[in-house]
């Protein structure tokens, strides 16, 4: 695992997408799961801006870790911030864009979805496996979009999962645990000071950590790294 912290959303990123087209560069096809949230909002309009000549786009394939269970024309659609702060701004073919469709029945997108990921990507024991998984952190410790309070979704049987928001009881569309620690890579982008005791508690593995989600990642390849701010990362002794 490697922690790497900077000094503020911005620089993170920066540093993820410099991270994020190296790993790109020596792949003929890469498949990625994005996240939803506020840093990696940053981080497509940092690979709009400067990375959009930088990166071949038609060798990536977009798929989401999780999707709200909204229409794509929804403001809380994963997919549709994607659009606005990414795709509408370089050159990636239609085709390698591959949404959880938010709009259909939660349970019935979740195994379509499962499906397309067993026949797109290679599979390791059976499991689906990503270049890269880039995952977020929620002030309470969730990630992708398995809960605290339905952690055990973690194991859900086959490889998308329907999670329920906590509060909103929003339904979501989610990768399971197999699937995130099968990936090849997976990159934590967590921002923000409501992120630091939560950090510490994973990091340090101070008592009671094991209840949240983000504290079971950990992918069989080894490749994890953490980009945080500082804000984030100031709980670390
Ligand atoms: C989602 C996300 C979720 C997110 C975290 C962190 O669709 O809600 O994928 O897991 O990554 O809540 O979000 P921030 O980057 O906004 O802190």
Known sequence: MELKIFKDKQEVAQRFSAYFAELVDKKSVFHVALSGGSTPKVVFDVLA????SKIDWNKIHFYWGDERC???TDDESNYKMTVEHLFSKIDVPKENIHRVLGENEPLGEAYRYANLLEINLD???????FDLVILG??????????FPHEIELW???????VATHPESGQKRVSIN?????????VAFLVTGAGKAEKVKAI???TEGFEVYPASLVNPS????VWFMDEDAASGLS
Do not use: W
């Open 221 to 224: 390849s080894g490749n994890l």
């Open 137 to 146: 952190m929620g002030d309470d410790g969730h990630t992708a979009s398995i």
């Open 123 to 129: 599979r390791i024991d059976g499991i689906p496996q």
């Open 70 to 72: 909204v229409p794509p």
């Open 155 to 161: 194991n859900a049987q086959y490889h998308c999962t």
């Open 177 to 185: 645990g197999k699937v995130i620690n099968t990936a090849k890579e």
């Open 203 to 205: 990091l340090e593995k």
């Open 49 to 52: 801006d400067e990375f959009s």
